[in-house]
């Protein structure tokens, strides 16, 4: 990964990046920061409403978000567990996280990958990313960095690293319930 000190700088100067994730690459940015997030969503053309997930390589990094008061003890070894099968799960949030982030919820979406360069990423930045896939409207999305510089342009920040090569994207589940809201 050449590129992770430049990817590690844009995301501090609150701007939006490309990065491999389980089956494609996502568009990310810092969560903390509106003015990033606003970016995103501009860039992907994607109502606020609908709300992002939130990855991080360790679940420190995702604590800000839970309200954990609400969460139990087989609650907390679903969301830790990394399996085969990627899954973002839909856990209760706390009241102060912004609806920039949970859309017209009053859950968030989140997700713990283990792949390098997300654990890179978060070790380097010290937080979780905003995760939504890397693509234009209408058009799929991006499985590798030259896909992202294609639909994005050249000078587009994406981390140079793969995908873990899984056929399909994370499938999201309520943390309680097991509700399957999009199939993986």
């Known amino acids: 990964m050449n590129n992770l000190l430049e990817i590690v700088e844009k995301l501090k100067q609150e701007e939006v990046i490309a990065y491999p994730t389980e089956a494609v690459f996502g568009l990310g940015c810092n969560p903390q920061s509106e003015k990033a997030v606003k970016k995103l969503l501009a860039l992907k053309q994607r109502p606020e409403e609908k709300g992002l997930i939130l990855i991080a390589s360790d679940l420190k990094y995702l604590l800000p978000y839970i309200d954990e008061s609400q969460m139990n003890e087989q609650a907390w070894q679903k969301l830790a567990f990394v399996g085969e099968q990627a899954i973002t799960w839909i856990v209760p949030v706390k009241k102060e996280v912004p609806s920039y982030l949970t859309g017209t919820f009053n859950t968030i979406a989140v997700r713990l990958c283990h792949l390098s360069a997300i654990t890179q990423l978060c070790e380097a930045t010290g937080f ?12 799929p999305p991006c499985r590798t960095a030259k896909e992202v510089k294609t639909q994005f342009g050249k000078n587009f920040p994406v981390l140079n690293a793969e995908t873990f090569g899984r056929q399909n994207p994370s499938e999201i589940r309520d943390i309680f319930t097991q509700q399957i809201f999009r199939q993986g």
């Open 128 to 139: 979780a990313l905003t995760s939504t896939s890397a693509n234009l409207s209408g058009f």
